[in-house]
């Protein structure tokens, strides 16, 4: 029933795109229904290995199958510029630009992909909330093998939201930069964006949805489509 009357749009992600199922995207888009198909862990990096523990590309490649929307909405890759790029370089001893440019090409395919059945937006990756040292929290225990510092996470993931708005713009993708608003004057994210609960990695839900809102209303592609209701 929640579905009645209303336009789906997908949402594919990782768990950063569990945002997307608040109430206030229901509240200030009332004509869509946000199908959110949210994995876990999902990696950019393991998006073309069969053996992945994640299994994301099957699952995403399923519902995009069975989907009858006509708009799509992509969020991934915190895991790779917070974790997976960096500890891939130190495991087999390669470079920390070649695990990079790797991740690139396997979001570009897959955008690629879903571009060709839907009128997609990609969402910027969000930048690294771990901080340095910190021992708390399940995520930071599972990431604290790596060396890189927050500063070091955050500009990479700068430099990957920057290439992948360069391959968007050239393909004529819609790309949703939030990077400006959430970095703060010391380099890396602000602090008013972290979560209350402090082990846990993921923006501050309502924060990030009133940022994502505001982001989606001024997308040229998209300003059409959706009420101008208050957040």
Known sequence: ?????REEILVVGDSHAEVFEDPMFRQAFPQYYFHCVVVPGATISGLT???SKTQAMPIFRKEMERSSARKSIVLLGEVDTGFVIWYRAEKYRLSVDEMFERAL??????LGELSERFETVCV???LPTI?????????AN??????ATQRERTDLTLEFNRRMEEYCRERSIAYLSLDEESLGADGVVKRELLNRNPTNHHYD????ASMLIRGLRQLPTWENSFSERPI
């Open 205 to 208: 839900r309502e924060r990030y």
């Open 1 to 5: 029933m929640r579905r009645w009357g």
């Open 124 to 126: 910027s990756t969000p």
């Open 142 to 147: 599972l990431r604290k093998e790596i060396r």
């Open 49 to 51: 290995n069969p053996k």
């Open 131 to 139: 901080v340095d040292d910190q021992d708390w929290g399940e995520v």
């Open 105 to 110: 090409e396997n979001y570009r395919n897959f």
